[in-house]
C-alpha cells in the first residue's frame, strides 16, 4: 500500500467555499490548465512555490492554509516506505 503524499492541500473546499468555483475558473486565474490542477487538488502533482503562492492569493488565505506538509519525514523515509 503506498504511503500517503508528504502534502496534501485544502483545494477542493477552498473551491467550494468560493461560491464552487470551478477547477477550470481556477486554472484561469492563476495561468495553469484544468488537468494541472485537478492533478494538485488530487495530490498527484506537487506545484511550484509561484503557483502554490498565486492559488493562496486567489482565495485570500495563507498559503499553509492550502497546503499542508507532512513534517519529520524525509525524502527518503517516503523512499522506503
Known amino acids: 500500500m ?9 483545494i477542493r473546499r477552498l473551491r467550494f467555499d468560493a461560491n464552487e468555483m470551478t477547477q477550470q475558473e481556477l ?5 495553469m490548465t484544468r488537468q494541472t490542477v485537478a492533478a494538485i487538488e488530487q495530490n498527484k502533482y506537487s506545484p511550484s512555490l509561484e503557483a502554490a503562492f498565486r492559488i493562496a492569493e486567489v482565495f485570500g488565505v495563507p498559503i499553509d492554509a ?3 506538509w507532512k513534517a519529520g519525514e524525509t525524502p527518503q523515509q517516503r ?3
Do not use: L, Y
Open 2 to 10: 503506498a504511503a500517503p503524499p508528504p502534502i496534501t492541500n485544502t
Open 27 to 31: 486554472a484561469d486565474r492563476i495561468g
Open 66 to 68: 492550502v497546503f499542508q
Open 79 to 81: 523512499t522506503e516506505s
